[in-house]
């Protein structure tokens, strides 16, 4: 039998409108999980190291690191002028957006990505590969993150 083919198997376009929108809390998506390649490449950037960068910048709660959040506007700490002032270090969890499993779905993605995020149809058109290989990345970081002490 034939494999069925993905809603999006002609590739989606997305490019990052710096909006800050996905920086931000929103209710029950207010995270930013970190897993340990993330600590290591935010202490790298930062040129510090990363028991510094883990005490400095990061929460542990539920058996999980998570960045904190500007308390005051409930936005991820690195939000300057509604940029990342970090986006060359940026964690997974941001890397991988909106190429996320659990948004993966034609419903889904009509509906909460496009809603919410301006870059949606815009900008490169990423295979149906790259699509794959990017929510690939986000549950094998998922899962890196069960593994933490």
């Known amino acids: 039998?034939?494999?069925?083919?993905?809603?999006?198997?002609?590739g989606l376009r997305f490019q990052c409108q710096g909006s800050g929108k996905c920086c931000v809390s929103r209710g029950e998506y207010g995270f930013v999980y970190l897993d340990l390649n993330d600590r290591k490449r935010f202490a790298k950037f930062?040129?510090?190291?990363?028991?510094?960068?883990?005490?400095?910048?990061?929460?542990?709660?539920?058996?999980?690191?998570?960045?904190?959040?500007n308390v005051d506007q409930d936005e991820c700490l690195f939000l300057k002028d509604n940029k990342c002032s970090v986006y060359e270090a940026r964690p997974t969890q941001c890397r991988t957006w909106?190429?996320?499993p659990e948004v993966l779905t034609a419903k889904a993605w009509k509906k909460e990505v496009a809603d919410?995020?301006?870059?949606?149809?815009?900008?490169?058109?990423?295979?149906?590969?790259?699509?794959?290989?990017?929510?690939?990345?986000?549950?094998q970081s998922e899962a890196f993150m069960d593994k933490q002490p």
């Open 1 to 10: 039998m034939a494999k069925k083919k993905n809603w999006y198997s002609e």
């Open 46 to 69: 930062l040129k510090i190291s990363l028991k510094e960068f883990t005490n400095q910048y990061c929460v542990f709660a539920d058996g999980y690191y998570h960045l904190k959040t």
């Open 98 to 100: 909106p190429f996320w």
């Open 116 to 139: 919410f995020c301006p870059g949606i149809g815009k900008g490169k058109l990423y295979s149906e590969k790259e699509i794959e290989s990017l929510a690939e990345e986000q549950m």
